[in-house]
């Protein structure tokens, strides 16, 4: 059962991951305004959703899923800081939807994390 767990949540959160590229890559008004907000519009709206693409694609490898949930902990990480100086909770009157869905991806991706640690070359054998 456990398997099968992990197994879907890499999913959900690769999925969460690669169906919000649409937003950025296609310069939706709101991805537009959050990425002027905190400064980094385009090119960090690009090469975050580059980022979250390569992220999504690793969580769905069995062998690579940890680096795939180390990467969307950074980078949800990164989210989550600018929700709480630049952005605020609440964006465009989502009632604070991408907030709190970084909060669920951060916590899915440090499960997946913590439960494929012994897959990290070098360190996962010592472990």
Do not use: C
Request: a positive charge; zero cysteines; charged letters at 15%.
């Amino acid at each position: 059962m456990k398997k099968y767990s992990i197994l879907i949540i890499r999913i959900v959160v690769a999925v969460i991951l690669i169906q919000t590229l649409r937003f950025k890559l296609t310069a939706h008004p709101d991805s537009v305004y959050i990425f002027t907000k905190v400064g980094l519009e385009p090119v960090g709206r690009i090469g975050i959703a580059i980022v979250e693409l390569i992220a999504g694609i690793l969580l769905l490898i069995k062998r690579t899923a940890w680096l795939g949930a180390g990467i969307t902990i950074g980078v949800i990480s990164g989210a989550i800081v600018m929700h709480l100086t630049d952005l605020g909770i609440e964006v465009n009157g989502d009632g604070g939807a991408l907030f709190f869905t970084a909060i669920v991806i951060l916590i899915l991706s440090s499960i997946i994390l913590f439960t494929q640690r012994k897959l990290i070359p070098i360190i996962g054998d010592k472990l």
